[in-house]
């Protein structure tokens, strides 16, 4: 089975970057993976969705134009870049991995625990 460990989450003020690290226990280079992410209160949304082989097939309309999915399967690893963060995106962030379809979803097989980012100032 596959185990995911994210990180990177800090306290950044808005403007700030960050970005977090989505590290496979095994070979990633045959999966999806998705970042969703989950604020106090609020139900968990997608941020972004990428294929094995690196085709964005979602990004959430809020992330546009300031977070960057992209992966280096070699390592095993998925990353999120985010600029220009913003206090709305304060949340709790997970990475997600199926092996089955290049789409994302809330009943993606494997999770990883979540790095948290705060935005404040």
């Known amino acids: 089975q596959l185990t995911l460990v994210e990180s990177g989450g800090d306290l950044v003020q808005p403007g700030g970057s960050l970005r977090l690290s989505c590290v496979a226990s095994g070979p990633m280079k045959y999966v999806t993976i998705g970042w969703f992410r989950q604020a106090p209160g609020k139900e968990r949304e997608i941020v972004s969705c990428?294929?094995?082989?690196?085709?964005?097939?979602h990004q959430a309309e809020s992330a546009k134009g300031r977070f960057t999915t992209y992966r280096e399967n070699d390592k095993n690893t998925a990353y999120l870049q985010m600029n220009n963060l913003k206090p709305e995106d304060t949340a709790v962030y997970y990475c997600?991995?199926?092996?089955?379809?290049?789409?994302?979803?809330?009943?993606?097989?494997?999770w990883g625990k979540g790095t948290a980012v705060t935005v404040s100032s």
């Open positions: 997600a991995a199926d092996g089955q379809t290049p789409e994302c979803s809330g009943d993606m097989p494997y």
């Open positions: 990428i294929t094995a082989r690196g085709r964005i097939t």
